[in-house]
């Protein structure tokens, strides 16, 4: 039975696909830790201590927040008008007419609005309590 499966090209395919899906997710977290590390570095570099930096950091809080929030707000836009509409249209065609694939949209974006805002919310604890 697993060997018929093996020599299945759809399932090949699948196995493939999701197999670069990690890879790319892999390499995109390890860019991200490579590049917030880079930025850090260069700030105590540029600011001659550890201290220096976390006093520079403290300062640019209120900027970064506006940033973020900024940022947030052009994902925003572009999931709903852009992505999500097309991911839409995408899993319609599935056997049960996308119900299953649409749960597990809802479930993720919920996932995501939790954790982004959790992580606020520690942001501007630290904040308000230095």
Do not use: C
């Not at 506006?66 to 056997?95: A, C, N």
């Not at 996308?98 to 630290?126: C, D, Y």
């Amino acid at each position: 039975m697993m060997l018929t499966k093996l020599k299945d090209p759809v399932f090949l395919r699948r196995i493939r696909r999701g197999l670069v899906t990690v890879a790319l997710s892999l390499g995109a977290i390890l860019g991200t830790l490579l590049v917030g590390l880079g930025i850090a570095y260069l700030g105590i570099w540029l600011g001659g201590s550890v201290d220096a930096f976390s006093a520079f950091a403290d300062k640019a809080a209120p900027f970064l927040l506006v940033w973020r929030l900024g940022l947030y707000t052009v994902v925003t836009h572009l999931w709903l008008t852009l992505y999500r509409p097309r991911l839409m249209e995408f899993v319609s065609r599935d056997d049960d007419g996308g119900q299953e694939a649409m749960t597990i949209l809802r479930r993720v974006e919920w996932g995501f609005i939790i954790v982004v805002t959790l992580l606020e919310i520690h942001n501007l604890n630290q904040w308000w309590s230095s």
